[in-house]
T-cell receptor
Framework: DQQVKQNSPSLSVQEGRISILNCDYT??????FLWYKKYPAEGPTFLIS?????DKNEDGRFTVFLNKSAKHLSLHIVPSQPGDSAVYFC???????????FGKGTKLTVNP | NAGVTQTPKFQVLKTGQSMTLQCAQD?????MSWYRQDPGMGLRLIHY???????DQGEVPNGYNVSRSTTEDFPLRLLSAAPSQTSVYFC????????????FGSGTQLSVL
């Protein structure tokens, strides 16, 4: 049973435009969500997170939106830059479980 | 500050061989974990530890063994390597408590022939 789903394996956008990466989850006990970015041959790095008590969190060009009723979250990158080209992983955390569950990732390509 | 350090970066094994993937962190984090990344499968949790002397299984623990004798180190042992264990392995750590982000190492690419 896949608890965190990223249904788009890849996304291609033009530099300067908005990138929207989507993530759905099935575990209603998740109370914290994180996005990680991964470049080839490197480990994932933390990008942004959101608690289930919020519906939006912003950090510079990155904004994460959470729709609890739809069990859906999205990552918006505005404006997109070529350096944003990477694989983005969505992850859900159930407080106290110590088991962060990741989606399969979405490969974002930002074209100059 | 080195963060999470994994060794080796690359390893080729023959089926049936054993080896240990090393992981060390210098952030005094209580929590450490091992993930594997396979094409189309994302990151899957193998084992984790919430402190020295305490370990537990994740989603895909079979064929792997761990121990946590110190806060800093969390080695992952492959007892008898199989081709299905060909993967990229990531070690990660974080502070104890809820809603803390994981810090990942740079990974070990393992091939089992």
């Amino acid at each position: 049973d896949q608890q965190v789903k990223q249904n788009s394996p890849s996304l291609s956008v033009q530099e300067g435009r908005i990138s929207i990466l989507n993530c759905d989850y099935t575990n209603s006990m998740f109370d914290y969500f994180l996005w990680y970015k991964k470049y080839p041959a490197e480990g994932p790095t933390f990008l942004i997170s959101i608690s289930s008590i919020k519906d939006k969190n912003e950090d510079g060009r990155f904004t994460v939106f959470l729709n609890k009723s739809a069990k859906h979250l999205s990552l918006h990158i505005v404006p997109s830059q070529p350096g944003d080209s990477a694989v983005y992983f969505c992850a859900g955390d159930q407080g106290g479980s110590e088991k962060l569950v990741f989606g399969k990732g979405t490969k974002l390509t930002v074209n100059p | 500050n080195a963060g999470v350090t994994q060794t080796p970066k690359f390893q080729v094994l023959k089926t049936g061989q054993s080896m240990t993937l090393q992981c060390a962190q210098d952030m005094n984090h209580e929590y450490m974990s091992w993930y594997r990344q396979d094409p189309g499968m994302g990151l899957r949790l193998i084992h984790y530890s919430v402190g020295a002397g305490i370990t537990d299984q994740g989603e895909v623990p079979n064929g792997y063994n761990v121990s946590r004798s110190t806060t800093e180190d969390f080695p992952l042992r492959l007892l008898s390597a199989a081709p299905s264990q060909t993967s990229v392995y990531f070690c990660a750590s974080k502070d104890g408590g809820w809603n803390e982000k994981l810090f990942f190492g740079s990974g070990t690419q393992l091939s089992v022939l």
